[in-house]
């Protein structure tokens, strides 16, 4: 039986060696926490990073998991066979190579860039949503409407320099848009707004939740510019980057497709008696304003539509610019997904059909207008025609006339061809290259 002191001393080794692996291995702990939640993160360490850096953090939780993987490999290797072994070995340098990948800022060249360019209550929302679905994506809902209110409504924009200023005509609006899309599209959010980066729509980003959690209601810039690298981290590691925007024009949108390598720019419309339609039901609008914008609306949609031909016939960008229909994507959200996604290069995979299949295929057509999910696309875009009075149909049809004659929408004639959903109001002009998806 060991004596008491041989006891005492191998106590006092046992503990030494406790301390030791305490020391050595909580700070790494400690920082690797921090990476993810930065308001628990020690003050040393604080100190020892850079605030707005994070070359320095590691991801570690999917090296770690590599590394589980590369260990249990070694517990088998008496017992798997040679065959096996190549096997898992191989699975394993996939995700050590898939680490190293997400590790560092993704490679310009192999980022998707999308823009939704579309109008208010045209289903871009529900575009938006869609196309989020595809792996790796980050989604920024209208980045541009801090902008534009600071345009129309006199409300200062605040910088990363805490400064403000205020957007008072249309050019300096114009540099503002295309300096904030090129930005998101670059993950170089400091080129852009407090404003901008802190505002969170309904339907917006779900990947960027861990930085909404970081500033939480502190708008501020301090606060904002200590969680920014969450964000910076998250887009500089996504692999298609996809805005949804209603107040850009195809003009605007050309200075971008020259500047950003790679942008696609998909023009989203939908039938202006949808979109009023929706519009008045939201607003409670009277007859007058719903007239007044039909004529904005469908000079804006026609103008965009033409400079979209123009690109189109272009061969820098002819490959880069399409138009989709809403009507199109209701009638047969599957199909039209494909294609969708087959003209930005992203895959179609499971996943996004089973969201379609939930999201644009379901029953409900009511509740919240501004709501995405559990929606029937195709009940929704011919709502309108078991709404309106053939007055209200009439008037749009009256101010939308060169519209219709390019895109094929066709004026309600009577109450009862209106109402006849078998009856289809849109046959598109097969002679007009539009580039439709």
């Not at 902008?147 to 249309?170: A, E, G, H």
């Not at 848009?177 to 959010?189: E, I, M, P, R, V």
């Not at 007239?291 to 000079?299: F, L, M, P, Q, R």
Request: glycine share 2%; hydrophobic share 35%; proline share 5%.
């Amino acid at each position: 039986m060991p004596s008491p002191r041989k006891i005492s001393r191998r106590f006092a080794c046992v503990l030494a060696m406790s301390l030791t692996v305490i020391i050595l291995i909580l700070p790494a702990q400690l920082f690797e926490y921090s990476t993810y939640f930065p308001n628990i993160t020690p003050k040393a360490s604080q100190s020892s990073l850079p605030e707005n850096n994070l070359s320095q953090i590691k991801y570690v939780p999917k090296l770690t998991n590599a590394q589980k993987i590369i260990d249990k490999e070694k517990e088998m290797e008496d017992i798997t066979p040679i065959s096996e072994k190549v096997t898992k070995a191989s699975n394993v340098q996939k995700i050590i190579n898939y680490d190293d990948q997400t590790e560092e800022t993704v490679s310009s060249n192999s980022v998707k860039k999308v823009i939704i360019l579309a109008y208010m209550r045209s289903g871009s929302s529900m575009t938006g949503k869609l196309l989020e679905q595809s792996d790796n994506s980050i989604y920024f809902f209208e980045p541009l409407r801090p902008l534009q209110w600071s345009y129309s409504r006199k409300i200062p924009l605040i910088d990363f320099n805490n400064k403000t200023r205020r957007l008072t005509d249309s050019q300096s609006l114009k540099r503002a848009y295309t300096k904030t899309l090129s930005g998101h599209f670059n993950c170089d959010f400091r080129q852009s707004y407090i404003n901008v980066i802190t505002q969170k729509a309904l339907t917006g980003c779900n990947a960027c939740q861990s930085f909404y959690d970081c500033i939480g209601s502190r708008r501020i810039e301090p606060v904002v510019t200590k969680c920014l690298p969450i964000l910076e981290q998250l887009c500089n590691t996504s692999l298609n980057r996809i805005i949804k925007v209603i107040r850009l024009n195809m003009e605007t949108a050309q200075i971008l497709l020259k500047s950003v390598p790679d942008l696609k720019i998909v023009h989203l419309i939908r039938d202006p008696r949808g979109i009023l339609n929706s519009r008045r039901r939201i607003y409670r609008a009277s007859m007058k304003y719903i007239t007044d914008e039909a004529k904005t609306i469908c000079t804006s949609m026609l103008e965009n539509t033409v400079a979209t031909m123009k690109l189109i016939r272009k061969e820098t960008f002819k490959d880069r610019v399409a138009t989709l229909y809403y009507e199109d994507l209701g009638k047969d959200p599957i199909e039209c997904s494909k294609r969708l996604f087959k003209f930005l290069h992203l895959p179609f995979t499971e996943r996004v059909e089973k969201w379609i299949r939930t999201n644009m295929m379901g029953l409900h057509t009511g509740g919240n207008p501004f709501a995405v999910s559990n929606k029937n696309s195709w009940a929704t875009s011919q709502k309108w025609r078991r709404m309106v009075s053939l007055p209200f149909a009439s008037a749009i049809d009256h101010e939308c006339r060169q519209l219709y004659n390019l895109l094929g929408f066709l004026p309600a004639n009577n109450t009862a061809q209106m109402k006849t959903l078998s009856v289809d109001l849109l046959h598109k002009n097969e002679n007009i290259d539009l580039s439709v998806i």
